[in-house]
């Protein structure tokens, strides 16, 4: 594939990846708060949209966050809007979020974008009925790689930035991701991806070689990381199905719960059948590991 078509081929696909079609207005039982300002970065206001369920007064939900895609480069958060209304309808306080973009900022300020974020929800746990011990992300493309991050990163690894909320933990304890990146300095990063990472990093794996390990989730996996749930297709041409697979590796030396499913000739990104169930699984996926057990009597008695 030459520079140019790869160039092409790149751009097409992060279009269909950032563009989604939504409804006009939230369900009549959601809450919708846009464009809540939550941090500050580089100066400048960083913004979610929250929603969470109508008759949730006085209680303290799970909360999903969502990270749009977009080779850290494009998106909008409001593609994935009606997302935070389904999982409002579910149960649940869901926040889709705005970050910097490449290449005016570079690495780290996405990573430190989205962290900013999950300190903001905890630290406005009480104001939103938020449980600021089950806290989730999922994300699409650099969206699921940004999401990794969160399930994997500890404060001391750094990369927390001053966007503020320093005192709250920006680990999540669950995290989706819908075919991102592993690994940014693997060799088996394709043509017509390189280009956007170098965009995301500010330079080549020669000239950032330690940038380019510190952006990677997988340098990060260690025991009692937070389960994660990688969905990846086998023809991806930005994203190869490997960099899920050594991603199932390092989860497996270190006993992170959780699992990766490939599905067989999908590429960035599908639709249909396979959008419907790797949405519905996303969704037991953060029941599963978000939403405590019923400590009631009935439950335990399994009623």
């Given at each position: 594939?030459?520079?140019?078509?790869?160039?092409?081929?790149?751009?097409?696909?992060?279009?269909?990846?950032?563009?989604?079609?939504?409804?006009?207005?939230?369900?009549?039982?959601?809450?919708?708060?846009?464009?809540?300002?939550?941090?500050?970065?580089?100066?400048?206001?960083?913004?979610?949209?929250?929603?969470?369920?109508?008759?949730?007064?006085?209680?303290?939900?799970?909360?999903?966050?969502?990270?749009?895609?977009?080779?850290?480069?494009?998106?909008?958060?409001s593609a994935h809007d009606?997302?935070?209304?389904?999982?409002a309808q579910r149960g649940?306080?869901?926040?889709?979020?705005?970050?910097?973009?490449?290449?005016?900022?570079?690495?780290?300020?996405?990573?430190?974008?989205?962290?900013?974020?999950?300190?903001?929800?905890?630290?406005?746990?009480?104001?939103?009925?938020?449980?600021?011990?089950?806290?989730?992300?999922?994300?699409?493309?650099?969206?699921?790689?940004?999401?990794?991050m969160l399930a994997t990163?500890?404060?001391?690894?750094?990369?927390?930035?001053?966007?503020?909320?320093?005192?709250?933990?920006?680990?999540?304890?669950?995290?989706?991701?819908?075919?991102?990146?592993?690994?940014?300095?693997?060799?088996?990063?394709?043509?017509?991806?390189?280009?956007?990472?170098?965009?995301?990093?500010?330079?080549?794996?020669?000239?950032?070689?330690?940038?380019?390990?510190?952006?990677?989730?997988?340098?990060?996996?260690?025991?009692?990381?937070?389960?994660?749930?990688?969905?990846?297709?086998?023809?991806?041409?930005?994203?190869?199905?490997?960099?899920?697979?050594?991603?199932?590796?390092?989860?497996?030396?270190?006993?992170?719960?959780?699992?990766?499913?490939?599905?067989?000739?999908?590429?960035?990104?599908?639709?249909?059948?396979?959008?419907?169930?790797?949405?519905?699984?996303?969704?037991?996926?953060?029941?599963?590991?978000?939403?405590?057990?019923?400590?009631?009597?009935?439950?335990?008695?399994?009623?």
């Amino acid at each position: 594939m030459t520079g140019r078509c790869a160039a092409w081929v790149a751009t097409a696909l992060l279009t269909l990846v950032t563009t989604t079609v939504r409804a006009a207005e939230p369900p009549a039982d959601v809450v919708f708060e846009k464009d809540v300002v939550y941090g500050k970065g580089g100066g400048t206001d960083l913004k979610l949209d929250l929603s969470r369920p109508k008759d949730a007064a006085g209680k303290k939900l799970p909360c999903v966050v969502v990270i749009h895609g977009g080779g850290w480069a494009a998106g909008n958060k409001s593609a994935h809007d009606d997302l935070t209304w389904k999982f409002a309808q579910r149960g649940y306080v869901s926040a889709t979020v705005g970050y910097r973009f490449a290449p005016a900022d570079v690495f780290p300020a996405q990573v430190n974008d989205v962290k900013c974020a999950v300190r903001f929800l905890r630290a406005n746990a009480d104001k939103y009925g938020i449980d600021p011990r089950h806290i989730g992300a999922v994300g699409f493309s650099a969206g699921a790689h940004l999401s990794m991050m969160l399930a994997t990163m500890d404060k001391e690894d750094g990369l927390e930035g001053d966007g503020g909320w320093a005192d709250q933990s920006s680990k999540v304890q669950a995290a989706v991701s819908f075919f991102g990146p592993t690994d940014l300095a693997a060799t088996d990063i394709p043509e017509a991806a390189r280009n956007i990472v170098k965009g995301f990093i500010g330079g080549t794996p020669a000239e950032k070689a330690r940038e380019y390990r510190q952006a990677s989730p997988l340098t990060y996996v260690s025991p009692g990381d937070a389960p994660m749930l990688l969905f990846q297709g086998t023809r991806d041409v930005l994203v190869p199905h490997t960099q899920a697979l050594a991603m199932t590796e390092a989860m497996t030396r270190y006993n992170i719960p959780g699992r990766v499913e490939l599905l067989i000739g999908a590429g960035h990104g599908w639709g249909g059948r396979e959008l419907e169930h790797t949405v519905n699984q996303t969704y037991l996926f953060f029941d599963k590991y978000l939403k405590p057990a019923d400590p009631s009597p009935e439950a335990s008695a399994g009623r």
